[in-house]
């Protein structure tokens, strides 16, 4: 154990109380004008005693934040090895053209007349989506990739419904991500679940046996969770066209492929796209999220709106709810701009042969990590990987260390943990996705610090694991305890709860 210390600081990193805390009455950080009397309105609802905010100087202030944000870690800051999250970086520049004042100052009420450089832009990110995955149309609304799976969903009901062949399964691999179970039931299907092969992949004859003329889609993910590419994409793809199904891409991966493959040459018959893990929008935070769906022919007719459409003239018009079958709104106004400008940079930045390094980047750097981990951890299947590579927990057996100690001792190497127990197919599981924006240096860096730690769990240290992290702000918490009854809020002194009533 490291020694404690008198304050509780450990190096030059302070240990503070809340800022509720550290207020001390009559205490100013600015000089304000005294308020004029004047006659109350507010009846009896009148406080009864001061709010409770704390009286700070503007240093306290200052410094109580700018502490805040040291302890953020973040794509900014540091590696980021999340597996299936694409944590990557942002590029500045993207930021700045979504500041720009022609499209951070809109008003999404304004007349389509005064937004027209703004549709434009959203007009042309929608071409690079469906020329990159080869589809007919796209929504840009979905605000997110699950919102884009819902849309994706809504759109193939509409479709049946059409052709009065109402369905009520969706079919979902066991390799998929997370959300498409729970965007099927929310459209109001039931799913079955299929596993995967030995080597990671989809069981296509168990997903064969399955099919019948009930199902509505099949959902898969590609490259799947295991970060391996579907080699039998188009054989599932007929397979699924044959029964009258319709084919869902969950596209968050398209980050592996772009510039490479078009999902429409694959037979999927729509997917979604994450703007921020294929094209480099900011993640993470709970938001702005954006989750565009590109739809092939076979979809094209019920896409849901708002559509951009341009004119002859070089005009553009909004077809903001579709007519016939098709899905109407799924949110107010046009979807997240601010994500279009920063995603549509990214693409001209790079253009297509910028795109098409990006992602065979991505793939080298996952391999990289894959063949040297090797070394020490246990691959969960065979190579190559795709853009993350999946290690299991066999490394660790008997010595006393889980996947959990081991990813608490990365905070103290100066590592965010990669993403531990998913997918779930795989004991044990540590995902990692180094993305195709880090140096050699920077993966060399974590390489040797996993390493380093598989080599000491081997060594007997599992005491050491245990007690990580040691050196973050703070040490490990009762993690059952803090998701399930999580201290959000500070609890205010007496007085001030009683003049909040």
């Known amino acids: 154990m490291i020694p404690e210390t008198a304050t509780g600081n450990r190096g030059l990193q302070l240990e503070e109380p809340l800022i509720f805390e550290q207020g001390t009455p009559g205490r100013i950080g600015v000089d304000l004008a005294p308020v004029p009397e004047a006659k109350s309105r507010l009846g009896g609802v009148v406080r009864k005693a001061p709010v409770g905010l704390p009286d700070l100087a503007e240093p306290q202030v200052v410094r109580h934040f700018v502490r805040l944000s040291q302890k953020n870690y973040s794509i ?226 019920v896409a849901p709106g708002p559509r951009i459409r341009r004119q002859d003239d070089g005009s553009y018009t909004v077809e903001a709810v579709p007519g016939g079958p098709a899905v109407g709104r799924l949110k107010a106004f046009f979807g997240q701009a601010g994500m279009f400008t920063r995603a549509l940079a990214y693409m001209k930045s790079l253009g297509r042969d910028g795109l098409y390094a990006a992602s065979g980047d991505a793939v080298l750097a996952a391999n990289y990590l894959m063949a040297r981990l090797s070394e020490e951890m246990t691959p969960a299947f065979p190579g190559p990987a795709m853009h993350e590579c999946l290690f299991d927990d066999g490394f660790l057996e008997g010595t006393g260390v889980s996947t959990l100690d081991f990813a608490k001792a990365m905070i103290d190497e100066g590592f965010h943990p990669m993403t531990m127990y998913f997918p779930l197919v795989v004991h044990g599981a540590m995902l990692i996705e180094p993305t195709e924006t880090e140096s050699k240096q920077a993966l060399d860096q974590l390489v040797d610090a996993l390493l380093s730690l598989a080599r000491r769990a081997k060594a007997g240290e599992a005491e050491a694991f245990h007690a990580a992290p040691r050196y973050a702000p703070r040490r490990r918490l009762d993690e059952t305890l803090a998701a399930r009854k999580p201290v959000l809020r500070w609890t205010p002194p007496a007085e001030a709860r009683a003049a909040a009533e």
């Open 76 to 301: 900014d800051s540091g590696l980021f090895p999340l597996g299936s999250c694409t944590m990557k970086y942002n590029p500045r520049l993207n930021e700045k053209v979504a500041r720009m004042p022609g499209f951070a100052d809109l008003h999404p009420l304004q007349p389509v007349s005064t937004i027209q450089g703004a549709l434009g832009m959203m007009h042309e990110l929608g071409t690079w989506l469906t020329e990159l995955t080869g589809m007919a149309e796209v929504t840009l609304a979905p605000a997110a990739g699950a919102h884009g799976e819902l849309a994706g969903l809504m759109a193939i009901r509409a479709a049946h419904v059409a052709r009065g062949d109402a369905r009520k399964r969706v079919i979902v691999p066991d390799s998929a991500h997370g959300t498409n179970p729970a965007s099927a039931v929310l459209c109001g299907y039931t799913v079955q679940s299929i596993p995967g092969t030995d080597d990671g992949r989809v069981d296509v004859a168990t997903l064969k046996a399955a099919l019948g003329p009930d199902v509505a889609a099949v959902m898969l993910t590609n490259p799947n969770t295991c970060g391996l590419f579907e080699r039998d994409v188009k054989v599932i793809a007929d397979a699924v066209h044959e029964v009258g199904a319709y084919f869902y891409g969950d596209g968050a991966n398209f980050n592996a492929i772009v510039g490479r493959v078009k999902p429409a040459e694959l037979g999927f018959d729509c997917m979604h796209i994450n703007l921020h893990k294929t094209f480099s929008t900011p993640h993470g935070g709970g938001g702005p999220g954006s989750g565009p769906v590109v739809f092939a022919e076979s979809l094209a007719h």
